[in-house]
């Protein structure tokens, strides 16, 4: 069925460059997108959420973009440090549900 | 730390055991969920309780039994489990259930050996 993927399942990034992890789906009627972070050992943690009536919001060091034309969305971690290592998951919200994509590891060089 | 605490965080249990899972939250949230990881895969839904009452069951065996007692605990019965059911099991809470617009907010999990 449909599901909410990732173009990458690892990204290798130096530190201090900046980061950004894209994700696919392919339900046009969602209209929330949630990412995740989730460190070795722990459960997913929010990092930031859009909704489709938007295509861009700012946390810290965080942006998210949505692209509804081409059901694209992508996350953006400025000057990327160790502790940003982990995997990170796009979510699509269908049927009261949230519905998790495979995933990106995050790797960073020192 | 998180705000929803999940016990224990690691558990061996043969095939013929019988244990729970549990899992905590001081939030206010109405709605909980339990879900199962399996290594390098995305938490994948198993059952929702929102406002206490079962919600959502996504056609989990019925050797997994949730229960929610009141609107801060949730718990997961577990009993004849297979060793297939080896797993990372989450708890998310969130303000309601209507999952629109609402991020849920996962605990650490419980690390499940079925020896």
């Known amino acids: 069925g449909e599901s909410v993927g990732l173009h990458l399942p690892t990204l290798s990034v130096q530190e201090g460059d900046n980061s950004i992890i894209n994700c696919a789906y392919s339900?046009?009627?969602?209209?929330?997108f949630i990412w995740y972070k989730q460190e070795s050992g722990k459960g997913p943690q929010f990092i930031i959420d859009?909704?489709?009536?938007?295509d861009k919001r700012q946390g810290q060091r965080v942006t998210v973009l949505l692209n509804k034309t081409v059901k694209h969305l992508s996350l953006q971690i400025a000057a990327t440090q160790p502790g940003d290592s982990a995997v990170y998951f796009c979510?699509?919200?269908?049927?009261?549900?949230?519905?998790f994509g495979k995933g990106t590891r995050l790797h960073i060089l020192p | 730390d998180t705000e929803v605490t999940q016990t224990p965080k690691h558990l061996v249990m043969g095939m013929t055991n019988k244990k729970s899972l549990k899992c905590e939250q001081h939030?206010?949230?109405?709605?909980m969920y339990w879900y199962k990881q399996k290594a390098k895969k995305p938490p994948e839904l198993m059952f929702v309780?929102?406002?206490?009452?079962?919600?959502i069951n996504e056609s989990v065996p019925s050797r997994f039994s949730p229960e929610c007692p009141n609107s801060s605990l949730l718990n997961l019965h577990l009993h004849a489990l297979q060793p297939e059911d080896s797993a990372l099991y989450l708890c998310?809470?969130?303000?309601?259930?209507?999952?629109?617009?609402?991020?849920?907010?996962f605990g650490d999990g419980t690390r499940l050996s079925i020896l």
């Open positions: 979510a699509e919200t269908r049927d009261d549900k949230i519905i």
């Open positions: 859009i909704r489709s009536n938007m």
């Open positions: 998310a809470s969130s303000l309601g259930q209507g999952a629109g617009n609402q991020p849920q907010h």
């Open positions: 939030m206010g949230h109405r709605a």
């Open positions: 339900n046009s009627a969602s209209d929330y």
């Open positions: 309780y929102s406002y206490e009452k079962l919600s």
